[in-house]
């Protein structure tokens, strides 16, 4: 009988990370195939998409309020089909609150199900737990830290690896970025990366730009890499230059690029989230700032775990770079903390050797090992 897996990838991350684990099985299993909710990287390995994964792209509990009819629907027609046709197994990658109901009816029907991408828990909802117990055939893990977590609960689990790890070089040649980028080899550079949202860059970029002009005020040779994922939020950014009567300001513009304004950069200053990841892969030392709603960021405040919001510190279990957040991300003191970077080299020696054992730690080639970890669910179709 042949393979047929069916999956659900939220997002564009999820579209690349769902894309090499099925070419990685199709190596076992060539004529496997593949469908349900899914994104270009996905279709372009041969994926029969359903749906688009951009239409999981919910941003804020509003917005998937305003969804839930929408989003509910596509959901429960997805799983009609699945009993329908019986797939070998089903794999959903991210997206959670999506996935974790549709896994659980799944696994009601006799079918495995399995997580790709730990939700948080280990930062907030630690009750989501027991749902994913029983939800869940198996659940792989990006971190290093997080299959202790499932193996307490009794989920079986296996830790992969995270795939920006696999991609990113351990050595950056940070000479070459800035000579193609056309950046002057001895200049102070600072990347802005105020966030891949539209609702992020509004929130930060007065802040980014006022930090940028003290930066500026300390060093008027200082050059600001400003990577932005899309038109939207470039006209956002640039709206604020104008805004704020910076025009003077030493700002390149860089229509995404994100990876090498970072490896160009001496600082980056990023919003929370992958991006920090990001820089800490690329050796880049930081400061991490975020700006949410007041009444969101009390509600995500009282349900955290962790001292840490940013995804370098986490994972080294102590404050690398500093967290400046919400009311404390004022331009004085994000100046300040970047300008302290600058000025020491030994301490962002210290964090770029700290940071490449991170590196070497999550590199675990992740799409071979979550195969190997799904081919046992896939065995019985095989045989």
């Not at 299993?29 to 390995?45: C, L, N, R, S, V």
């Not at 970025?177 to 102070?188: E, I, Q």
């Not at 003290?214 to 890499?225: D, K, M, S, V």
């Not at 991006?275 to 009390?298: D, F």
Request: glycine share 6%; aromatic share 8%; hydrophobic share 45%.
């Amino acid at each position: 009988m042949k393979v047929r897996i069916a999956m659900v990838a939220g997002e564009t991350s999820g579209d690349l990370l769902a894309s090499h684990l099925i070419r990685a099985l199709r190596q076992h299993i060539p004529d496997a195939e593949f469908f349900g909710i899914g994104g270009p990287k996905m279709q372009a390995e041969g994926f029969e998409v359903r749906w688009p994964s951009e239409l999981l792209a919910v941003h804020g509990y509003v917005d998937a309020l305003k969804r839930y009819r929408e989003l509910s629907g596509i959901r429960r027609t997805f799983l009609a089909q699945i009993r329908k046709e019986r797939p070998t197994a089903f794999i959903g990658v991210d997206a959670p609150d999506f996935n974790l109901w549709l896994e659980g009816k799944v696994r009601d029907e006799g079918m495995p199900s399995i997580h790709f991408v730990s939700p948080s828990i280990w930062a907030w909802r630690g009750g989501r737990i027991k749902r994913i117990a029983r939800s869940v055939s198996h659940m792989l893990c990006l971190f290093p830290f997080e299959p202790e977590i499932y193996e307490r609960a009794g989920v079986p689990v296996s830790y992969v690896g995270h795939p920006l790890a696999d991609v990113f070089p351990l050595e950056p040649d940070r000479a070459e970025t800035r000579a193609r980028l056309g950046v002057p080899a001895n200049a102070a550079v600072v990347a802005l990366l105020p966030g891949s949202r539209q609702s992020e860059v509004r929130n930060l970029a007065d802040t980014y730009i006022a930090t940028a002009r003290l930066l500026q005020a300390g060093n008027p040779e200082i050059i600001f890499l400003v990577p932005l994922a899309t038109r939207e939020t470039r006209q956002i950014f640039e709206e604020a230059l104008r805004r704020n009567q910076a025009a003077d300001l030493p700002v390149r513009m860089l229509f995404g690029h994100a990876v090498d304004a970072m490896t160009a950069a001496d600082v980056v200053l990023v919003a929370s989230g992958t991006a920090s990841l990001e820089a800490a892969l690329l050796k880049r030392p930081m400061v991490i700032t975020y700006r949410i709603g007041k009444w969101q960021y009390r509600l995500m405040k009282h349900m955290a775990y962790l001292p840490w919001v940013g995804l370098p510190n986490i994972l080294c279990r102590e404050t690398i770079v500093p967290e400046l957040l919400q009311d404390e991300a004022t331009p004085d003191r994000l100046a300040e903390a970047v300008a302290d970077w600058l000025r020491d080299p030994a301490r962002r020696a210290a964090a770029e050797s700290r940071f490449r054992e991170l590196h070497l730690s999550l590199r675990q080639d992740t799409a071979r090992r979550a195969a190997e970890a799904i081919l046992p669910y896939l065995a019985s179709t095989r045989a």
